[in-house]
């Protein structure tokens, strides 16, 4: 069996194909750059993986990823820049391609907060974008992550590593609430969805962790596991958002005016939504394998805690 995998190169997409050739499958890794996914190469057999570019925006290019594919996953999204083409519009195409090329399954990787109607630019273009995959493959399951966790991530790496060179670190959103998750159980999820089709087809999975933490209590935690107490410094959210307007097109800013938006809202799973444990799947809490990356952070590395005696 051939699953196809958009973006199969980046963070989550190494994860999901290291599950699925786990299992046995095919994977065709579809990227704009076939480079980035060179990584997965030697995660299976020896002709087990394809490497192919293709470029969501660019009908043909996917067309042509998803020929002679038994299923098919789209993990393609842009925090900034044409999100539109790619959150919304390149969803469309991966569906319609997917249907028109027979494949039998079809998972879509949203995102908690995906709202058609929302104030954000992203989140309003991952609401379009489901509205586009269930109209052109309505069998098609849809996966929504909060905010994940892992080795490789932008999210507890990008904190621990302001936290550790800021002596004042400045908390935008402080009471935001967060459900991180760890990105084996949404590959793992991601997986079931694919190996077992019939029994997930048509529905709609929010993947959260076993802990909701807002965004202060996130960066005291990890400041807490890297060794390093730095003065705290909470913004008001009228001057957070000026900041967002004035720096937030700057390179490297540290906050855009879009992610201000999506600020405004909690990250955490909706009371009735269908979960990981729907999926059969346990969910990883942070601490439990935090310690596995985060340990670079700390002064001392791993003999931190020696050095301190």
């Known amino acids: ?41 030697p995660l299976g057999n020896l002709g087990q993986t394809q490497l192919v570019h293709a470029d969501v925006r660019e ?17 393609v999204a842009v925090l900034k820049g044409d999100m539109d083409g790619i959150n919304h519009k390149g969803a469309a195409h991966v569906a319609q391609a997917a249907a028109s090329a027979g494949a039998k399954a079809l998972v879509h990787i949203s995102a908690i907060g995906s709202d058609p109607a929302s104030q954000s630019a992203y989140g309003r273009s991952k609401g379009q974008g489901e509205q586009a995959v269930r109209a052109a493959f309505p069998q098609a399951t849809l996966i929504r992550p909060s905010i994940l966790f ?26 935001t609430k967060f459900q991180p998750v760890y990105v084996v159980d949404v590959a793992r999820a991601i997986a079931i969805a694919v190996a077992d089709a019939g029994a997930h087809m048509g529905k709609t999975y929010e ?16 400041a807490a596991q890297i060794g390093h107490d730095p003065l705290t410094l909470a913004l ?23 992610q201000w938006r ?8 909706a009371p009735k ?8 799947i ?28």
């Open 207 to 222: 993947l959260g962790g076993p802990q909701v933490l807002s965004m202060a209590q996130i960066n005291s935690w990890l």
């Open 150 to 175: 892992g080795r490789e991530d932008q999210f507890t790496n990008r904190f621990a590593n302001l936290i550790r060179m800021a002596p004042v670190l400045p908390v935008i959103a402080g009471e």
């Open 273 to 280: 939504a269908k979960g990981l444990a729907d999926l059969g």
């Open 1 to 41: 069996m051939l699953v196809t995998i958009f973006g199969g190169g980046g963070f989550l997409g190494r994860y999901v194909a290291q599950e699925l050739l786990g299992k046995g499958f095919r994977v065709r890794v579809a990227e704009r750059d076939p480079s980035r996914a060179l990584r997965v190469k």
């Open 59 to 75: 009908p043909a290019s996917v067309a042509r990823a998803v020929a002679g594919a038994d299923a098919v996953v789209n993990l």
């Open 236 to 258: 008001p959210g009228c001057m957070s958002e000026w900041l967002a307007r004035l720096t937030g097109w700057l390179p490297g800013a540290p906050i855009t005016l879009d």
């Open 282 to 309: 346990a969910p990883t809490p942070l601490v439990a394998v935090a310690d596995q990356w985060l340990v670079q952070y700390r002064k001392h590395g791993r003999f931190t805690a020696r050095a301190k005696v």
């Open 262 to 269: 999506m600020l405004q809202a909690d990250n955490v799973v």
